[in-house]
């Protein structure tokens, strides 16, 4: 299956500043989406990262607070935007890709707002 | 979001005892059902999945029994160990996977 690189692992930021996760896979890809996961909690679907489209958001995320791209088959960017103590999570990117037709994660980027 | 259901929370089982976690799904559309485990500081990682039109699906110490009328299915570890303990997640989609839902999660400690 698709090995996934996200860049941060972790990062420790200031209230009201944006950051964005990178992910890179080593392969072409069908599918990129970015989860979020909450302390101790489950993951949740932020949104589909379409190839040279706008994101496909779930309901309760929107594109101006999580601005999404991704430019190729096997790189994406999720941006956290104006962050607060809220936005602490680990973010995880996925994939699925043409062999395997499996869902895989990275290894996520943990992400403190102080 | 939360269409899975999982239970327990967590669960405690001694070496080589069986581990049972259960989850439940709503919408009838769904045709996939995996399994995740997950460590510390690890991105989940696909263990086993199972599709509707089979009972039952088992990978050497884990096996998905799946209850299509009930709209249940279940992971059962034989012969638990100490590396198994770690988070499980249940999740369902359709085969598109762009709509795959998680279900809590169980933390799985396996004492020596």
């Known amino acids: 299956s698709a090995v996934i690189s996200q860049k941060p692992s972790r990062d420790i930021c200031q209230r009201g500043t944006s950051l964005t996760i990178q992910c890179q896979v080593d392969?072409?890809?069908?599918?990129m989406f970015w989860y979020r996961q909450q302390p101790g909690q489950s993951l949740t679907l932020i949104a589909t990262?379409?190839?040279?489209?706008?994101?496909?958001?779930e309901s309760g995320f929107v594109i101006d607070k999580f601005p999404i791209s991704r430019p190729n088959l096997t790189f994406s960017t999720l941006t956290v935007s104006n962050m607060s103590p809220e936005d602490s999570s680990i973010y995880l990117c996925?994939?699925?890709?043409?062999?395997?037709?499996?869902?895989?994660f990275g290894a996520g980027s943990r992400l403190t707002v102080l | 979001q939360q269409q899975v259901k999982q239970s327990p929370q967590s669960l405690i089982v001694q070496k080589g005892g069986i581990s049972i976690i259960n989850c439940a799904y709503e919408?009838?559309?769904?045709?996939?059902f995996p399994w995740y485990q997950q460590f510390p500081g690890k991105g989940p990682a696909l263990l086993i999945a199972?599709?509707?039109?089979?009972s039952e699906k088992k990978e050497g110490r884990f096996t998905i029994s799946f209850n299509k009328s009930a709209k249940q299915f279940s992971l059962h570890i034989m012969d638990s160990q100490p590396g198994d303990s770690a988070t499980y997640f249940c999740?369902?989609?359709?085969?598109?996977?762009?709509?795959?839902?998680f279900g809590a999660g169980t933390r799985l400690t396996v004492k020596p």
């Open positions: 199972i599709r509707p039109d089979v």
């Open positions: 996925s994939v699925t890709d043409f062999v395997a037709n499996v869902l895989t």
């Open positions: 919408n009838t559309a769904f045709d996939y």
């Open positions: 999740a369902a989609s359709k085969s598109t996977y762009n709509d795959m839902r």
């Open positions: 990262a379409n190839q040279g489209s706008e994101a496909t958001y």
């Open positions: 392969s072409q890809v069908t599918m």
